[in-house]
């Protein structure tokens, strides 16, 4: 079993508010805000621990907080939910306490971490959302990415993770098509209500040697922020 409470601990050694949006099984689920200073800042949203099993989103979400975001604060807002599945991360486990895979679960009401993040993001429109997962089959990074319009900035993405590391070479298969190297689209039987109601970009990335992992989860995070940010209309 993981130690859920060492999470929460990190948080709050941070220094930021740490909003309780709801309860899974038990477990708290948190939010921090990161607020900008602009008249009308465009929302980023970044997400982790949808998947039990894969700690490494979580970690990535983690050090991107523990970075210092000033400059980013200038023109964007952050919504950050660090672990969306806590029952799973405990028991390190994909799914939920009720084997719900979340990440396929948007469009139900009757979930209870779905029904917590989808009543916390409400209406707000993102202009990119980043969901960090981790696979632990693969040899590298890749990315699926939903959008509504025909702006993809995956294969963009791609080349900025080439300069921190490989690119899984392996096609995940299921009902994805490429993109580019590394890149997919969000298959349509996963359903069409994502975390975000615009772009929004799943991440996904592996190192063989997996002690290494931590260390660069943060300087992804960053790097992918930082790039998608960029990239914002
Ligand atoms: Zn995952």
């Not at 970690?59 to 919504?79: C, G, I």
Request: proline letters at 6%; aromatic letters at 10%.
């Amino acid at each position: 079993m993981r130690d859920y409470t060492e999470i929460t601990e990190r948080l709050k050694n941070l220094g930021m508010p740490i909003e309780r949006i709801g309860t899974a099984h038990s477990y708290p689920i948190h939010r921090i805000r990161l607020t900008s200073s602009a008249h009308k800042p465009q929302q980023v949203l970044i997400t982790g621990g949808m998947h039990g099993d894969e700690p490494a989103g979580v970690e990535a979400v983690l050090q991107f907080l523990a970075r210092d975001n000033t400059a980013r604060l200038k023109n964007f807002s952050f919504v950050i939910i660090p672990c969306i599945n806590p029952y799973g991360y405990v028991h390190d486990t994909r799914e939920t306490r009720n084997g719900i895979d979340i990440n396929r679960a948007f469009e139900t009401d009757d979930i209870a971490e779905t029904a917590i993040i989808k009543k916390t993001l409400g209406q707000t429109q993102f202009s990119f959302a980043i969901d960090f997962h981790e696979d632990y089959d693969a040899t590298g990074f890749y990315l699926y990415e939903g959008k509504r319009d025909e702006k993809y900035i995956g294969p963009q993405l791609a080349n900025v993770a080439k300069a921190i590391g490989p690119i899984d070479p392996e096609d995940p298969g299921e009902d994805a098509p490429d993109l580019a190297e590394g890149v997919y689209k969000v298959a349509n039987a996963w359903g069409t209500q994502g975390l975000a109601q615009s772009h929004s970009v799943f991440v996904t990335y592996f190192f063989q040697d997996s002690k290494s992992l931590p260390r660069v989860c943060g300087k992804i995070a960053q790097r992918f922020c930082d790039f998608c940010i960029s990239r914002s209309p």
